[in-house]
């Protein structure tokens, strides 16, 4: 809409120049053209703005639902180890050798989650 808009002021411009002033075709179509860059720049400028701010929004709510995945995810990982963890001692009575499942764990969710 803001290019339609530019777009029909230089050309407004361009005619009010031509037919009303003194200063002839030349200077007008120099003005026309002058102010159809400056417009489309500040259109393209724009749209890249909000494109970026668009896909901003979109990146950052598929983040959430990813975050939500990947916690869940830890979350029941590290408590099947717990699990794994207290069954195993209690059947063996080796509590300190058993410490071992909790690091073989956070790097299993690490690899996993790559």
């Known amino acids: ?3 339609v808009s530019i777009i029909f002021i230089a050309i407004a411009s361009h005619q009010v120049i031509y037919n009303f002033t003194n200063l002839g075709g030349r200077s007008a179509s120099t003005i026309f053209m002058l102010l159809l ?3 489309l720049s500040i259109s393209t400028y724009g749209n890249s703005i909000f494109a970026k701010i668009s896909n901003f929004n979109e990146i950052e709510s598929e983040n959430k639902e ?3 995945k990947i916690g869940l995810f830890a979350a029941i990982t ?8 207290l069954t195993y001692s209690f059947i063996t009575n080796d509590w300190s050798s058993a410490r071992i499942f909790y690091p073989v764990g956070g790097i299993a969710v690490g690899i996993f989650l790559q």
């Not at 590290?78 to 963890?85: L, N, P, R």
């Open 1 to 3: 809409m803001a290019l």
């Open 78 to 85: 590290m408590m099947s180890i717990t699990a794994i963890y």
């Open 37 to 39: 860059g400056i417009g």
């Open 66 to 68: 990813k975050n939500r």
